[in-house]
Nanobody, 125 residues
Framework: VQLQASGGGLVQAGGSLRLSCAAS????????MAWFRQAPGKEREFVGV???????ALTDSVKGRFTISRDNAKNMMYLQMNSLKPEDTGVYYC????????????????????WGQGTQVTVSS
């Protein structure tokens, strides 16, 4: 699986961006897909996940502002980001895996086998 993230940019606080993740591979629909981000000087953190069933989950800091969706027919995943804050600044990565997991293990980057190159999101105050 190859992943290509795009859609990042510079936006003012309160603005919106839509990130896209294009995936190769015929088994895309089986993948657990997720977004992670990494701010300068900080550890990479989980943002949200999209299961093959269509269910999604988001980290608490972005709930109510971000939405994850996917289009299995197009091998695409999206992250709609609204009401952006300066603390949302970072490089955003899309990831994928077909591994099983236990509990909330899906928030760990180590679960995911495939990573895109990342797209920079900068939110100015």
């Amino acid at each position: 699986v190859q992943l290509q993230a795009s859609g990042g940019g510079l936006v003012q606080a309160g603005g919106s961006l839509r990130l896209s993740c294009a995936a190769s591979g015929r088994t895309f629909s089986r993948n657990i897909m997720a977004w992670f981000r990494q701010a300068p000087g900080k550890e990479r953190e989980f943002v949200g996940v999209s299961w093959s069933s269509g269910s999604t989950a988001l980290t608490d800091s972005v709930k109510g502002r971000f939405t994850i969706s996917r289009d299995n027919a197009k091998n695409m995943m999206y992250l709609q980001m609204n009401s952006l804050k300066p603390e949302d600044t970072g490089v955003y990565y899309c990831t994928a895996t077909q591994k099983g997991y236990r509990g909330s293990e899906y928030i760990r980057g180590s679960l995911y086998d495939y990573w895109g190159q990342g797209t920079q999101v900068t939110v100015s105050s």
